[in-house]
């Protein structure tokens, strides 16, 4: 029966988040490098606004198909973002791959306290848990790092498939890999991304994390929640 029930869960802000985000990672780099500077997070806010695939999700970037491909143009964001600071310019390239590998280490990153429970629990009431998320293409071994492979079967990030949400052919690639599930739900934090992305394609999505809203039928404060929403309309279909 698990192979025809299959939640698809976001991951950043959902079921887990980076310390400090971009600018944490831009900022270590700083730190690593033992270059002085008075800069905060906030100060790289602007920088990282634009540019990156999922600012422009009705595009598809299949052509950014490897990695190596992904990753060049945030290096390149990088890099502008320490010029425009301050940063000499020799420095930003080894900074930018330095924050790359900050960014992306498991050790950075942190799960919310309820995670770990939601996944196994709807694991064990046989549905497939799968993470469909925008982010990076190392998004895999992150998961693998915080523990979360044990209770998930597949991880989809947009970087390696060149569709980000809310754009429906990212949706319908996870229901491809699902095999076409009898059920699906989506859950996640990001009202359009998440929610409307979803719906768009058929699939009922709860809102979590975030302030109640009118315009959205499922909403919960936690993933417990959420999965006591997924359980009590199926026991009614």
């Avoid at 944490?24 to 997070?41: F, M, V």
């Avoid at 992305?197 to 994390?209: D, S, T």
Wanted: charged share 30%.
């Amino acid at each position: 029966m698990g192979n025809n029930l299959v939640i698809f869960w976001d991951f950043d802000g959902t079921l887990g988040y980076r310390e400090g985000g971009w600018g944490g990672a831009l900022l270590q780099a700083l730190d690593e490098k033992g270059i002085e500077h008075n800069l905060k997070r906030e100060d790289f806010r602007p920088f990282l606004s634009s540019g990156f695939p999922w600012h422009n999700p009705e595009q598809n970037h299949s052509h950014l198909s490897t990695p190596e491909k992904w990753w060049s143009g945030i290096k390149k964001i990088f890099r502008e973002a320490y010029n425009d600071l301050g940063i000499r310019a020799e420095e930003a390239e080894d900074l930018a791959d330095l924050a790359h590998r900050f960014f992306i280490n498991p050790e950075n990153f942190r799960l919310y306290d309820d995670t770990i429970e939601a996944l196994r629990k709807m694991q064990q009431n046989d549905w497939n848990n799968i993470i469909l998320s925008n982010h990076v293409p190392e998004l895999d071994v992150i998961v693998q790092g915080l523990g979360l492979d044990k209770y998930i079967t597949e991880c989809i990030s947009s970087a390696n498939v060149g569709y980000e949400k809310p754009h429906p052919e990212i949706f319908r690639m996870g229901l491809a890999k699902a095999k076409n599930p009898q059920k699906a739900w989506m859950v996640g934090d990001n009202i359009n991304a998440d929610i409307r992305g979803a719906n768009r394609v058929g699939i009922p999505a709860i809102l979590v994390r975030k302030e109640k809203r009118n315009d959205v039928k499922y909403q919960a404060d936690n993933l417990k929640e959420a999965a006591r929403i997924i359980e009590e309309n199926s026991r009614k279909e």
